[in-house]
């Protein structure tokens, strides 16, 4: 199935952005963060997205109350996108995309890898949730295989995860209008051990 | 004991903002990053402040590779400033200070006070860290009692919190310079009934 969303490009100027950030990738984005807003709402879980972190380098002030921002820099995340609470656990995870058919390992940053699994570590649930946009299809891999994987790959393996080994190795996210992206089932089946999702 | 930081006036432009941000919250702030990164250092807590959210609206691109934010503005927090694990718990804070001996029900958002109640309804650990500045004491309150501290305001109480009453109803922070604000060590008091925290 298809992921379908309301339209994010309105109000939202970093579409404009000529990166991997395209207007796909905000569908994603979006789709998430909707999710996470009907979770909240019905007291599933605590999940919010982090702010875009900017490095402010000039601020105006045309009146007192009003800073205007006048030249900014996108920095690189000190961790991962999505951080909360689900059922008394920390949880914590990045989400990509690719228009490929296997996800490179070089979309990611390592820095990003090692935070999930100090996650991990302590007890936390920390994964890595792909969109695969050729086949629609979205998977969650816990950091414990995504690392294995990556592992791999160091020692001659695959560079990138195709999306049947994703899928074979993760779980995959129904999709759906009430939440667009269902992730919390997956962690349901995934880290409590159950077939069916929480209602 | 008064709080000494480095100083964080270097590199940082947000000093220039002419609001309730000055040096002094920005001590406190840095304090708090540098405590921060002590505990993961230490492997104690993985904890991070959130970046500041910005809405961007427009961007130039001088070179395909470094895009330039010309316009953008201070957005109003969706949530805390910080969060994170420790021992295995979800933890998520919001830091704030006064200059005043007592600390104003108006300095905090009350989306913010609903966000750390829903975290201890979720079974987090959620709370409000407070620096006096004049008396350069750093207080920890759980959100439960500054609910009630809140609620009691709302029926004809008092308006702020005096440092005497926080310290009465919280737990008092360690300071000192490793970490410069020993948070964790109230956390372990508060919520793992411990006199001595874990080292």
Request: proline share 6%.
């Amino acid at each position: 199935m298809k992921i379908k969303f309301p339209d994010p490009t309105i109000n939202n100027p970093k579409l404009s952005k000529p990166s991997e950030e395209n207007s796909h990738g905000m569908l994603f984005e979006n789709g998430l963060n909707i999710s996470n807003e009907y979770y909240r709402i019905h007291d599933r879980a605590i999940i919010y997205k982090k702010p875009t972190p900017v490095q402010i380098v000039k601020v105006d002030y045309p009146t007192r109350s009003k800073a205007r921002i006048t030249e900014a820099y996108y920095r690189t995340p000190s961790t991962t996108d999505y951080n909360g609470i689900y059922r008394g656990k920390y949880i914590d995870f990045e989400a990509k995309e690719t228009n490929n058919l296997s996800f490179s390992f070089t979309h990611i940053y390592s820095h990003q890898i090692d935070h999930l699994k100090e996650v991990a570590k302590h007890g936390g649930i920390g994964f890595i949730i792909i969109y695969y946009k050729k086949t629609g299809e979205v998977v969650l891999l816990d950091i414990g295989v995504f690392g294995e994987l990556l592992s791999a790959s160091e020692s001659g393996g695959l560079k990138s995860i195709p999306v049947a080994v994703a899928k074979a190795r993760g779980i995959l996210v129904n999709l759906g209008y009430t939440p667009p992206i269902d992730y919390l089932r997956a962690v349901d089946q995934l880290y409590f051990k159950e077939k069916e999702p929480l209602t």
